[in-house]
T-cell receptor, first 113, second 115 residues
């Protein structure tokens, strides 16, 4: 069965610092992996996704994530945090041939001025 | 504008009083889904639909019903709400069957409080 673990329910960084949000997954078949972002009082929107092409995936707003099969990880990074990045971030996985997406518990990112 | 809409956005009700949360998309998407979001648990899928008249249970379907009579609409029905159904609900849609790496497009959410 597929599952997603996000390490750290809350992450706090200073403006301009590196953002690193961790995601590990389990899947019995090649996975599709996603990062979604939820801004306050809004629905989720896609940041980026891995669909078996390049292992380093670039998304919107300067975010990127690297698929590492050996570590079953898909960590999200951004070199320099901005105040507008404060939001909740969800990692998600779906399986080849599957119709369901499994979401992690989410990580809330705080950005300090 | 391409979007998923949900109504109402906020709802307070009492235990046992039937309610319906509507969801509509204008993107001609095949796949639609309902999730509930609870602190520390992330999003959990309630029901999904791959086409008109085709629905299936997600991970937490107990206490909920759905129907898909038209492609654009996917209402969520709580026939006898209970306090443990207090949550934030999201409707989502995607172009195909919801699998194979498809992006889902989310509505703005419905915050439900059951007293």
């Amino acid at each position: 069965a597929q599952s997603v673990t996000q390490l750290g329910s809350h992450v706090s960084v200073s403006e301009g610092a590196l953002v690193l949000l961790r995601c590990n997954y389990s899947s019995s078949v090649p996975p599709y992996l996603f990062w979604y972002v939820q801004y306050p009082n809004q629905g989720l929107q896609l940041l980026l996704k891995y669909t078996s092409a390049a292992t380093l995936v670039k998304g919107i707003n300067g975010f990127e994530a690297e698929f590492k099969k050996s570590e079953t990880s898909f960590h999200l990074t951004k070199p320099s945090a901005h105040m507008s990045d404060a939001a909740e971030y969800f990692c998600a996985v779906s399986e080849t041939g599957g119709f369901k997406t499994i979401f992690g518990a989410g990580t809330r990112l705080f950005v300090k001025a | 504008e391409a979007q998923v809409t949900q109504n109402p956005r906020y709802l307070i009700t009492v235990t046992g009083k039937k309610l319906t949360v509507t969801c509509s998309q204008n993107m001609n998407h095949e796949y639609m889904s309902w999730y509930r979001q609870d602190p520390g648990l992330g999003l959990r899928q309630i029901y999904y639909s791959m086409n008109v008249e085709v629905t299936d249970k997600g991970d937490v379907p107990e206490g909920y019903k759905v129907s898909r009579k038209e492609k654009r609409n996917f209402p969520l029905i709580l026939e006898s709400p209970s306090p443990n159904q207090t949550s934030l609900y999201f409707c989502a849609s995607s172009p195909g069957d919801g699998g194979n790496g498809e992006t889902q497009y989310f509505g703005p959410g419905t915050r439900l409080l059951v007293l």
